[in-house]
């Protein structure tokens, strides 16, 4: 099964910025983390971040016939993206949402998402570790369908 991965805008500032909201730990190290957990579940993975919306929504339009699901971290544009949820929602692609931060113990803005709802679920608040319970919930998801 193959496995893309979405960092959305600032991510690649973990660890050098915010060190008490986002930790230490930087996206080299998550995508490490990420590599471990996907040896031991024999999932492949890509990994992509950027900090454009139309880039973002291009790679998710073209994972359609070569990917089996995403976990993606849309990062703020959780909170305002139409347009990431409507390229999830056409290209029916099974698609995790993860967040570090719990989003509904935070400001009023970040607790609605575009993105949970054309989602197959959310997991938000376990740290860094959200990536890896991402990638064993897109892995169930998958097993359980096929
Ligand atoms: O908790 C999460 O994973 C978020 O998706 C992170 C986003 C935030 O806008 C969401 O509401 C929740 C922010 C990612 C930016 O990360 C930074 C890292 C270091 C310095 C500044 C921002």
Redesign the pocket.
Known sequence: MKILIIH????N??????PD??GSTTLDDINKQIEKEAKSLKLKVQYFQSNSEGEIVTKIQNSLGSIDGIVI????Y??TSVAIRDAILSTNVPTVE????N?YK?EKF?QHSYISAVAVGVI?GFGTY?YNLGLRAIESHLKSKK
């Open positions: 959305g805008p600032n991510l500032m973990l660890g050098k910025r915010e909201i986002y971290n849309p990062a703020a959780t909170h993860v967040h570090i931060s989003i935070r970040r938000s959200s």
